[in-house]
């Protein structure tokens, strides 16, 4: 099978966007191929299908299904591209996409090598304390979810320096509790503004992703449900710094805007046996 695909970098989030047409029942096997270290290569797929909506100019169907603000603006990026716009030239760019509702405007500009990207992010279905157990310790952590995605933040300092390590040992141990077919594990210093995504999705793939946009959305989030107030973070990550503005009413989170930058790194054809 000959698949066509673009390869796009969100903050070193590195992203396939498969054009070929892939049946659902199909997309997350073939992607789970695609982006192993043998073949194409990278953190995440999703596929561009047709829209349903008019107002709409694509669709992307992230691989399992769950909402990717990274992957969303890595496909306005490209569409963006294709036009060859002119440095600063700016476009807003509807789509629809998995695990949201209605029309996601993403909002480009050119700069001189690159793209810069933000979106308004779909708000979480809830955010609690979880009770989650680990090495026979019982720990109450923030988890924030969204459609198709759950995302566990742990704070640095409460695994110090095995955060590493026992986060890749909690997919395993907290898997089952987790009602989504993808979930990240956020290691969070809040002193540095430095995140660690480590996201799973289920079947497919686990990843130390150098930057996520969820749970960069999930961090601020939790910061304004915290400090009662509208925030605005430069969150570090393995790729670079991504941008979340959250505003915040009476208990209540009414937006998140995520920015981003993003690369077009390549653009051709995979062959699957």
Known sequence: MDIQF?????????????????????????AKTLIAYHFVYAEQAGYIEPPQSPNAVARLQMMAGEFCGNAT?????????????????????????????????????????QFIGTLEMPLPLSVEEKTFTLHDTTYRLQTVCFAGIWHIVVPKS??????????????????????????????????????????????ASLVWERGCGSGTSAI???????????????IRQTGGIM???????????????????????????????
């Not at 673009?6 to 073939?30: A, D, F, G």
């Not at 716009?85 to 789509?95: D, G, N, S, V």
Request: aromatic residues 6%; negative net charge; hydrophobic residues 40%.
């Open 243 to 273: 941008h979340v503005s959250v505003s915040y009413d009476t208990d209540h989170i009414t937006s998140v805007q995520l920015s981003v930058p993003v690369s077009i790194v390549a653009k051709g054809t995979a062959y699957i046996p």
């Open 158 to 203: 409460l695994w110090a320096e095995q955060a590493t390590t026992y986060a890749e040992q909690a997919v395993t141990a907290w898997e089952q509790q987790i009602d989504a077919d993808a979930f990240g594990i956020l290691i969070w210093d809040e002193q540095s503004y430095v995140l660690q995504p480590l996201v799973c999705v289920k079947q």
């Open 220 to 234: 601020g989030i939790i910061t304004a449900l915290q400090q009662k107030s509208d925030i605005s973070l430069d």
């Open 6 to 30: 673009v390869k796009v970098s969100p903050n070193q989030n590195m992203t396939l966007l498969i054009e070929t047409p892939i049946p659902r029942e199909k997309q997350l096997e073939i």
């Open 73 to 113: 603006l890595a496909l306005a990026a490209y569409l963006f591209s294709k036009e060859h716009p002119p440095m600063l030239a700016r476009k807003t760019i509807p789509l629809e996409v998995s695990g949201t509702e209605g029309i996601v405007y993403c909002h480009m500009q050119k700069t001189q090598q």
